[in-house]
């Protein structure tokens, strides 16, 4: 399955939910980040201040190559969430997010419903609690 991605912004709430499936190969990514960019500019929240959904339940393995570009999309600080939250089937490709997103505070469901509640929900804004250097930046829900 080629690469495909659905980026919707709502700016009354400042919730970006982004869908991602299939395979995607460096072009795919460059033009992904592209979409992204575009739609982080209707965002009426200051910078830094929006909530992101991913639902990735759909995403094939991926190659080490394009876990590594998107490891470097979700650490961009221009375009960093106050909040992230994954949707996500019980795969390997889990495992390959979690080692992408390590460089961020990120939560994991299996519900996008439930990952909604959370971004919306007051607190666990940038650090979870009890939380020590060097442990892995994710949860799953």
């Keep these: 399955m080629d690469a495909v991605y659905t980026i919707e912004v709502d700016p009354i709430r400042n919730i970006v939910r982004h869908y991602l499936a299939g395979f995607f190969e460096p072009a ?9 960019n575009a739609a982080h500019a209707q965002l009426t929240s200051g910078p830094n201040q929006h909530v992101t959904l991913v639902d990735v339940r759909d995403m094939k393995i991926q190659q080490q190559d394009i876990v590594k570009a998107f490891g470097g999309v979700l650490a961009d600080p ?4 106050r909040k992230l939250a994954f949707v996500v089937a019980l795969s390997l490709a889990r495992t390959q997010l979690q080692r992408a997103t390590v460089s ?6 299996t519900s996008r419903d439930e990952a909604e509640a959370w971004l919306m929900a007051a607190g666990e ?5 009890g939380q020590r250097d060097g442990e892995p930046h994710a949860r799953v829900a």
């Design 104 to 109: 961020r505070d990120a939560r994991f469901f």
């Design 28 to 36: 795919d990514v460059e033009r992904y980040v592209a979409a992204r």
């Design 78 to 81: 221009r375009h960093r969430s």
């Design 125 to 129: 804004e940038e650090e979870f609690p």
